[in-house]
């Protein structure tokens, strides 16, 4: 069984950008987002998976992915999945032992820019560079899935 355990956090300033040692554009959609889990197809470059994750609140949830042909993810997004879809640019950036993940969107939610970082244990120690602000692992509108109905541009 895989387990993931990340924390998410909003920015405070854009400094990381002098960091960033590669960056990838992914999109993505969701083929169900139920109470128990969510399925989805992500697509970046010339690759495609297919990704199961519990829908636990917190920072530890149960995920698979699976690498599928990049045609038949395509035509799921574009036949199967919820729209609007989620399209961002990752950008990764090294800090100490850990690789902070900065996910910057696009389209409906535009302006939106969330860091995560993934850890190896639940309780696991990290730093927190000075670019990072609030952390929202706690809350549901920071979830992609949640993204995917309720697009950022729709907030107050």
């Keep these: 069984m895989a387990l993931e355990i990340e924390h998410k956090f909003l920015l405070a300033n854009d400094t990381w ?5 590669h ?23 010339d690759k495609a998976w297919l990704n199961i994750k519990s829908a636990t609140l917190g920072t530890h949830r149960h995920e698979y992915e699976y690498e599928i042909p990049l045609q038949d993810a395509n035509e799921m997004i574009i036949h199967l ?17 850990h690789t902070w993940e900065i996910d910057e969107f696009e389209g409906e939610n535009k302006g939106l820019i969330v860091a995560e970082i993934e850890l190896q244990a639940i309780g696991e120690r990290f730093s927190l560079p000075e670019w990072v602000g609030a952390e929202v692992t706690h809350d549901l ?5 949640n ?6 541009a729709e907030w107050d």
């Design 23 to 45: 960056s990838m554009k992914f999109r993505q959609g969701y083929l169900t987002s139920e109470a128990s889990s969510s399925i989805r197809v992500r697509i970046s470059d």
């Design 147 to 152: 993204l995917s109905k309720h697009p950022f």
């Design 141 to 145: 509108r920071y979830y992609n899935n």
């Design 81 to 97: 999945c919820v729209k609007p879809l989620i399209e961002k640019t990752r950008h990764f950036v090294k800090v100490g032992s």
């Design 17 to 21: 950008r002098q960091s960033v040692s």
